[in-house]
Nanobody
């Protein structure tokens, strides 16, 4: 059983930056792919960026390419999401999720392990 805890969400102005962190415990961290997902009010949960279990592959949704970057530190059981040039439309609750595979997909239902989420609000 993998437990995930997100942190780092807060209010930020448009154009600002945040780094979200996801701390994992339980299981073997290097066996799992981790994804960041987000959910805005009234909208479905959507994938943001995914990283492979050893960190050598990532992919991102089009709207965050060039602005967001996902990394992981397997020695510390941590995954990070660096978010730059934030926009109002990035406002959402951000979740990290884990799946015991090399590289997870974009469908939330594929991920058995989830954190509780952290709120990111982008506004003037």
């Amino acid at each position: 059983q993998v437990q995930l805890v997100e942190s780092g969400g807060r209010w930020v102005q448009p154009g600002g930056s945040l780094r979200l962190a996801c701390a994992a415990s339980g299981g073997t961290f290097s066996d799992i792919s981790v994804g960041w997902f987000r959910q805005a009010p009234g909208r479905e949960r959507e994938f943001v960026q995914i990283i492979s279990r050893n960190g050598d592959s990532t992919y991102a949704r089009q709207s965050v390419k060039g602005r967001f970057a996902i990394t992981r530190d397997n020695a510390k059981n941590m995954v990070y999401l660096q978010m730059n040039n934030l926009k109002h439309e990035d406002t959402a609750v951000y979740y990290c999720a884990a799946r015991p595979t090399y590289l997870g997909g974009t469908v939330p239902e594929e991920y058995p392990y989830w954190g509780q989420g952290t709120q990111v609000t982008v506004s003037p």
